[in-house]
């Protein structure tokens, strides 16, 4: 077996030099019964070639993004990423390093994830960021926790304009710990009156912006009516480069952000692995879960980083630990900082602009067809259409004239009378070629 | 005269009246190491004997601090947020972590004395 | 002689001195600045074509500030980014025995087929008819785990080993519910001896937690679960093997004693590489257990992620997994992603994060698991026991061990009693290792050995790799107990930066780069 260095001769001579005769003596303690003696009934032992085979015909199976015309966001998109991104983050010192416990030999890692946090500080407007979290849903279920250890209180309140699944992730962390959350119902229009909602029993408004149907929101004056009743205000984000254009919630006074930062460096990968961005103001920072990467100097006094506040985290705090959190999305940070760091500021707005932009001719464009109607009165790269037919109807005829149309709102709020709305996503990628088949092929298929 | 009485947890209680000044003994910081962060409770705070009173943190692990008796926190050192290194440097002066209301003071005599404590620690 | 350029044909005579250098760097070693002091907020590494003129839909909500971050150039980024690199320890570089993380080689494999576009570039939310091979990549992944446990159901989607232990105490906990039982079954139990994570988790989602002592030889004893028993108790989380590198050896009987008291068994996989093949978790009675994909199915660990921890769980749990799962019916995958739609039977809990998981991991860990089989996985699990005990018995002589009466699996403990008297530590040693070129073991955990060191060599080392890794440290261990205190005072003497201040660090927290202040006019 091609990965396993050992001979023959060296296990025998091994054995010999422990003083066993045979491996199964290392395996005394496990019940005689219980121990195996076959190998278990699975396929035995591949060369590359048939491996290659193996999982090239099943990736062969999957429409790729890039093979066609593809406007699918609502939570992951398909941006363009830099080979210069990938080739770095699978540098053998990045790759195959562990969570840097010794910082001597692991000041690449301590200094990216130290590039990192100021990055997404900035990004975000806010004083202090963590070294990632998983993804940006679980990123938001430990804000509402840690929203509840800095006000003593237990109530969250969720917007409707709040991805189902990241709503689904606070529920079921909420309900297993007994706390309360009151989620609005979904909010297409942006035109809930969460206001009404922060009373003194609240611990977090958890608002995002652009929202899960794309309109942007006006986080300030909920900032204000939650602090008035002592209560934190929660900011979530899925689409990171909408950062390059819009105000930033650390000028809206949020005190907690989440964000999903696929986009930046980041594949879809189906799902995962993604990218939590995860940033405070700076006096919550000892309630706040995950790694933290701080400046200091070695013994000659050059500078270095090392991991810091580490009494808040599970190796040392277990049961009253800030989380349970251990393995981040250290290779993902990577990337993402790479990818920032070659977008710079004047990429990321050009970026940006780029996207709103593209969304806009295709907001323009998709208005034009009969049987259609954009329901956003502003948006970033995304938008919500009401279509005249059942939204998934149309996305699977249109997937079978090879166009990934978007995401149905019925793919995450099924039942909720809501069928006939699509999620549009525009990026860099489409072309107006792109645009163009889209459209055409919608005006078929209505 | 202030007497100084001390747990096997190695919090001491400088008992001046009716309030006692909580504080971790010379020995508890010489084993935690660097203080990085003292968090203290909040004033007016009720505590038991032998219950979670403050918590000392140095780099790789964090302490309770237990109340040496019961009785209401009357006071508390905040001077100690931004320099929690003085736990190291003067533990049994400017290092003092709280200061209690007693609310029993016979509960003090199951505490050990600064002969027996030196005792207890030669043991340990 | 025909040396006409001038070169010298002697090596220079050795010195141990350090040289200062203008730059400040040692040759491959280079200072880096970091990317806020070398780049410009106007450069840019990216080439994006400036839209035409359009009438923007931000409304008011267009950003007025500045975002302050630098760019570098392609080739800067570049350089910037190896140079760094230049300053980690990865498998790649050296043995990396770093006990309870599995640190075993990354098969470059497993990152080529993760990178198919088929994988990579797939949307989560895309119509199911356009991605059939993810599912059936699923589902392949799936069956490779159960049949490896034993075990009948797998929840895929937990992002990592912690997150995987929520699940699985999540599964318990509406288990414990559904049964009535959920007001008063509220404590857990966790061994002095387990990862911080199992009582971080326990907490997490409101259970209370009881410590069980360790016995003198490391191990859980029946007995003592059974006094803590009672109507209160939901579960035991117990790590097998171990952390102390021990197969518990009552381990039947406590998952037995458990369920007859009407609790559960969670189990922490974080050790599962030691008996991949040579026992099944369901065989032992388990209810839950997570799988680390980065460790024992070799996903890279990657500075600290991303991971991946599939739970699977027992025909009692089973039906609380949650969503999103894959149903088969009459021989079709059908993708559950909303409680609403779970055919009967089934009461997910809840979900756990958005989407399905982390796809790119779960095709690295089928990709090691196809290409090992189930010969090769066995023949690995022995190895790594072999391994690990090759160099107990290497060391056993210098070193002291807490636990010799039971073999080692994949790891082996010492602890520090070796080095009283000494004036070396534990650290000291583990940063001595580091001079010598090695990443250090595990040092200080777990918690119930005094200055424990936990090694785990993985099967990925070769016996020469073994032999002189244990030649290294039994001189270094002849230096400690010898008259050489140098070579721990002060080291590592030879890495890239020397030992940090991390009290510093901590008292005055410094977690974002800012711009230097202007030094104040001292007449202000």
């Known amino acids: 077996m091609r990965y396993l260095p050992l001979t023959e001769a060296d296990r025998e001579d091994m054995l010999a030099r422990i003083g066993v005769s045979d491996i199964d003596a290392l395996f005394s303690d496990v019940p005689a019964d219980k121990l195996l003696k076959a190998p278990v009934d699975l396929p035995r032992a591949r060369g590359e070639l048939e491996v290659e085979r193996i999982l090239g015909r099943m990736a062969g199976r999957n429409t790729a993004a890039a093979s066609v015309p593809f406007f699918c966001g609502a939570g992951a998109y398909k941006h363009h990423v830099p080979a210069t991104v990938d080739h770095l983050i699978q540098r053998s010192e990045f790759l195959t390093s562990y969570t840097p416990y010794q910082p001597e030999i692991a ?26 979290m998983y993804d940006g849903s679980t990123g938001t279920g430990e804000a ?34 007994n706390d309360e959350v009151v989620a609005l119902a979904p909010d297409v229009s942006a035109s809930e009156d969460i206001l009404s909602q922060i009373d003194d029993q609240t611990s977090c408004v958890v608002v995002q912006s652009p929202d899960v149907f794309g309109n942007l929101r006006d986080l300030k004056p909920i900032a204000e009516k939650a602090h008035a009743h002592g209560a934190l205000l929660i900011a979530v984000f899925t689409e990171v480069v909408s950062l390059g254009a819009v105000v930033p919630p650390g000028a809206q006074d949020a005190d907690i952000v989440v964000g999903e930062g696929q986009s930046i460096g980041n594949a879809l990968n189906f799902g995962g692995p993604y990218v939590g961005l995860f940033a405070a103001k700076s006096k919550y920072i000892r309630q706040m879960p995950g790694r933290l990467c701080g400046e200091t100097v070695d013994s000659t006094g050059q500078r270095g980083f090392v991991l810091t506040l580490s009494t808040r985290e599970q190796h040392i705090r277990r049961d009253k630990a800030t989380s349970n959190i251990c393995t981040n999305s250290g290779l993902c940070v990577l990337a993402f900082t790479i990818h920032m760091t070659l977008l710079g500021q004047a990429g990321l707005t050009r970026l940006a602009e780029v996207n709103h932009a593209n969304a806009v001719k295709l907001a323009d ?61 525009s990026t860099e990628v489409n072309s107006d070629d792109d645009r163009a088949a889209f459209v055409a092929a919608l005006a078929e298929v209505l | 005269m202030a007497e100084t009485r001390y747990t096997k947890d190695h919090e001491y209680i400088r008992i001046e009246g009716e309030t006692g000044t909580v504080g971790i003994s010379d020995y508890a910081q010489g084993q935690l190491g660097d203080v990085v962060f003292v968090e203290l409770p909040e004033i007016g705070k009720a505590l038991s004997k032998g219950g979670e009173a403050a918590v000392v943190e140095s780099v790789k692990a964090a302490s309770e601090v237990y109340a040496p008796v019961s009785g209401e926190v009357v006071e508390v050192n905040s001077e100690l947020e931004a320099a929690p290194g003085t736990v190291n440097e003067d533990p049994a002066g400017k290092g003092w972590f709280l200061k209690i209301k007693l609310k029993d003071a016979a509960e003090l005599e199951s505490l050990m004395s600064e002969a027996e404590y030196q005792d207890y620690v030669k043991s340990l | 002689m025909l040396n006409r350029q001038g ?22 070693q280079q200072v880096e600045p970091l990317i806020f002091e070398i780049g410009r907020t106007e450069t840019t590494g990216v080439d994006i074509e400036q839209p035409a003129p359009f009438k923007s839909r931000l409304g008011s909500h267009a950003r007025q500030s500045e975002l302050g971050l630098p760019g570098l150039s392609e080739p800067e980024a570049m350089r910037h980014y190896v140079r760094l690199s230049q300053k980690n320890y990865g498998i790649d ?56 446990t034993g075990m009948p159901a797998v929840a895929l989607s937990p992002k990592a080993g912690a997150h995987g232990e929520a699940c699985g105490m999540m599964a318990i906990k509406a288990a414990i519910a559904a049964k009535g039982e959920g007001a008063t079954r509220n404590v857990v139990l966790v061994p002095e001896s387990a990862h911080g994570t199992n009582p971080a988790t326990a907490a997490l989602i409101g259970f209370s937690v009881k410590s069980v002592p360790a016995r003198p030889d490391g191990t859980v004893a029946v007995e ?86 599939p739970v699977v769980l027992s025909e009692r749990l089973a039906p609380f997994a949650p969503v999103p799962f894959i149903h088969v019916e009459d021989g079709k995958p059908h993708l559950i992603e909303t409680r609403a739609e779970a055919p009967e039977g089934n009461q997910p809990f809840g979900r756990m994060t958005a989407f399905h998981g982390q796809m790119g991991m779960y095709v690295r860990a089928l990709a090691y698991m196809l290409s090992h089989g189930s010969d090769g996985m066995k023949q690995a699990s022995e190895d790594a026991v072999l391994n690990a005990n090759y160099i107990r018995a290497g060391l056993a002589d210098l070193m002291s061990l807490p636990f010799p009466d039971h073999p080692s699996m994949h790891e082996a403990l010492f602890d520090d009693s070796w080095l009283k008297g000494t004036g070396v530590s534990t650290l000291d040693f583990a940063k001595a290792m580091i001079d010598e070129g090695y990443h250090p073991m595990t040092v200080y955990f777990p918690l119930v050995v005094h200055g424990a060191m936990l090694i785990e060599p993985t099967e990925s080392e070769s016996k020469a790799a073994l032999d002189l890794f244990i030649a290294t440290l039994r001189d270094l261990a002849m230096a400690a107990k010898g008259n050489d205190k140098e070579r721990f005072t002060g080291a590592p003497h030879h890495a890239p930066i020397r030992r940090l201040d991390e009290t510093r660090a901590a008292r005055q927290p410094v977690l974002k780069w800012t711009e230097a202040q202007p030094v104040k006019d001292a007449a202000e």
């Open chain 3, 7 to 28: 070169r010298p044909t002697q090596a220079g005579a050795a010195s141990h001195e350090d040289h200062a250098t203008f730059t400040g760097n040692k040759a491959l």
């Open chain 1, 365 to 425: 464009a998709l208005a034009g067809v009969k049987g259609v109607s954009v329901l956003n009165e502003t948006f970033f790269n995304e938008f919500t259409v009401k279509l005249a037919r059942p939204a998934a109807e149309v996305v699977e005829a249109l997937a079978q004239k090879g166009i990934l149309a978007g995401v149905p709102v019925s793919r995450l709020l099924p039942k909720a009378g809501l069928d006939d709305l699509l999620l549009v996503a």
């Open chain 1, 107 to 132: 000041q690449g890692t301590l200094q990216y994830l130290f590039e990192f946090q100021t990055q997404v500080a900035a990004l975000t407007g806010m004083e202090v960021a963590n070294a990632s």
């Open chain 3, 224 to 309: 003592d679960v059974k006094a803590l028993l009672g109507p209160d108790i939901a579960a035991i989380m117990l790590t097998n093997p171990n952390t102390c590198g021990i197969f518990e050896p009552q381990i039947v009987e406590i998952a037995a004693a458990m369920h007859e008291a009407g609790a559960y068994f969670y189990c922490d996989g974080a050790n599962f590489n030691a008996i991949v093949g040579k026992a099944r978790p369901g065989d032992l009675g388990v209810d839950a257990m997570h799988i680390n994909l980065h460790k024992t199915f070799s996903t890279p660990h990657g500075g600290g992620g991303p991971g991946a921890g």
């Open chain 3, 93 to 148: 570089t050296g043995l990396f025995p770093l006990g309870s993380c599995t640190m075993k080689h990354n098969a470059r494999l497993n990152e080529k087929m993760a990178r198919l576009p088929g994988f990579s570039d797939v949307h989560p939310l895309q119509p199911l008819s356009t991605v059939p091979g993810a599912l059936e990549l699923m589902l392949e992944l799936a069956r490779y785990l159960m049949t490896l």
């Open chain 1, 144 to 177: 509402v926790l840690m929203a509840h250890r800095v006000t003593r209180r237990s109530k969250a309140v969720l917007s409707g304009g709040l991805h189902p699944h990241y709503v689904e992730v606070v529920k079921t962390l909420s309900e297993m710990a």
